[in-house]
């Protein structure tokens, strides 16, 4: 068996991990993961073949030659690689969670961040307990601040990803009703979150809080933290900001140290002023300018379909199918609700992982659409299905029905919310819209 430092040795090498023999590049380290589909381990001869300088493995029948590296298990040895790397880098890092609106603000806080410093981010939403190891491996030597955003669907996770990035700072974005099923209703995804804070009270890191969520303050008080920087609406936060626009797009006047500034974004959606607001707080704290801040602010460009609006040849779309729960489809519903449009159509699809809470949820969704004053409501699943006799709207149980619909009554001239569950796969009615 390879302990951690001499595999760390290998690594400084040859510094690129794959754990899919599709993505093999020369001289890279293969870590045979297992799924619940799979086992890598059969790969590991393959991925040699493909030109990896090792691949680590936990099934000894499967060692064919010095090149396999044979570890009790390879899932806790990245891990464990991870952490070692981790605690060669005196630098920064900020761990980011939330029910909403992580991957946003994660990609804020780096524009902001890399208008002075050199920075890494974590890229797309590598955000579990494989991809934070994978993010934090990606660091080099020249990086300054790290921003690590750590997703969770139960209770210990966000434990376990603490002891992997060992942040020197945190947020919390917010909590919602999302992965309900997991973490057994709301308290639970307030319990789990909060395991930021606990390990940040533990380390005596740094939290930034947005003042303005009771939900936030009451888990810090909770927790004890000291060393607590806040944003937020009020006077007394370090950093101050109000919502000036958001049709469609976000503009923030804010106030830091009696300096005000304003700055227009491309971010659409009322609900990503706090996701702002965050960065600039982070942004102030790390001894930035407020021109560098709003520089950062104003070149961002929203991608991966969240809040990001695309105007095709027949309506104005706000795509926002890269994932649902609750507390952001009410989010959404009241922010189309107060833009300016002649006509505007939500198409909804389910939302998942909500264990017992899902019907009433699916149901809470469609009454808010129906009292959110739309010309169209489309609502497509199983789940939203069920209610179909209950409200108005139009209904299907999957997007193909759907996608017949709109070919035969085509929308036209009107703003369209698209927003659902990634499983949901809205991203197919696009064409149609």
């Known amino acids: 068996?390879?302990?951690?430092?001499?595999?760390?040795?290998?690594?400084?090498?040859?510094?690129?991990?794959?754990?899919?023999?599709?993505?093999?590049?020369?001289?890279?380290?293969?870590?045979?993961?297992?799924?619940?589909?799979?086992?890598?381990?059969?790969?590991?001869?393959?991925?040699?073949?493909?030109?990896?300088?090792?691949?680590?493995?936990?099934?000894?029948?499967?060692?064919?030659?010095?090149?396999?590296?044979?570890?009790?298990?390879?899932?806790?040895?990245?891990?464990?690689?991870?952490?070692?790397?981790?605690?060669?880098?005196?630098?920064?890092?900020?761990?980011?969670?939330?029910s909403n609106g992580k991957t946003t603000s994660k990609e804020l806080v780096n524009a902001v961040l890399a208008e002075r410093y050199k920075t890494f981010a974590t890229f797309g939403n590598l955000n579990n307990h494989i991809g934070v190891p994978l993010s934090i491996l990606s660091i080099t030597d020249d990086v300054q601040i790290a921003v690590i955003e750590m997703g969770a669907n139960h209770q210990k996770e966000i434990e376990l990803l603490c002891t992997i990035a060992q942040p020197t700072h945190g947020?919390?974005?917010?909590?919602?009703?999302?992965?309900?099923?997991?973490?057994?209703?709301?308290?639970?995804?307030?319990?789990?979150?909060?395991?930021?804070?606990?390990?940040?009270?533990?380390?005596?890191?740094?939290?930034?809080?947005?003042?303005?969520?009771?939900?936030?303050?009451?888990?810090?008080?909770?927790?004890?933290?000291?060393?607590?920087?806040y944003y937020g609406t009020e006077n007394g936060n370090t950093i101050k900001g109000e919502l000036k626009s958001s049709d469609p797009f976000i503009e923030v006047d804010w106030t830091n140290h009696d300096v005000s500034s304003s700055v227009k974004t491309n971010l659409t959606g009322s609900y990503n002023f706090e996701n702002i607001l965050a960065a600039i707080c982070i942004g102030d704290f790390f001894d930035m300018s407020p021109e560098e801040i709003n520089t950062g602010l104003s070149n961002y460009q929203p991608k991966n379909n969240r809040s990001q609006l695309t105007k095709t040849e027949k309506n104005i779309v706000i795509c926002d199918f890269y994932n649902a729960n609750p507390s952001s489809m009410t989010a959404a519903l009241k922010n189309i609700a107060v833009l300016s449009a002649d006509k505007k159509t939500a198409i909804l699809g389910d939302m998942f992982e909500l264990g017992p809470e899902s019907p009433g949820q699916h149901e809470l969704i469609a009454k808010q659409a129906n009292e959110s004053g739309l010309d169209q409501l489309i609502f497509i699943g199983k789940d939203f299905f069920t209610f179909k006799d209950n409200f108005k709207g139009t209904f299907f149980e999957t997007p193909a029905e759907a996608a017949t619909y709109l070919q035969e009554n085509p929308v036209r001239d009107h703003l369209v919310l698209l927003k659902g569950s990634r499983g949901m796969k809205l991203e197919s009615l696009l064409q149609y819209l």
């Open 1 to 98: 068996m390879i302990t951690t430092e001499r595999l760390y040795d290998y690594f400084q090498e040859n510094p690129v991990i794959s754990t899919d023999t599709r993505n093999i590049t020369p001289g890279c380290i293969f870590f045979a993961l297992k799924g619940d589909l799979f086992n890598a381990n059969e790969f590991a001869a393959q991925a040699i073949e493909k030109g990896a300088a090792y691949a680590v493995i936990d099934e000894e029948k499967y060692a064919t030659n010095n090149q396999c590296l044979l570890v009790e298990d390879v899932l806790s040895t990245l891990q464990d690689l991870a952490r070692h790397h981790r605690k060669q880098l005196s630098i920064p890092v900020i761990g980011l969670t939330g």
């Open 171 to 229: 947020i919390i974005t917010n909590v919602g009703m999302a992965h309900l099923d997991g973490f057994g209703g709301f308290e639970g995804v307030k319990k789990g979150k909060a395991e930021l804070y606990a390990y940040l009270k533990e380390t005596h890191g740094y939290t930034f809080i947005n003042r303005d969520n009771p939900y936030l303050l009451e888990m810090s008080n909770a927790a004890g933290l000291n060393k607590l920087i």
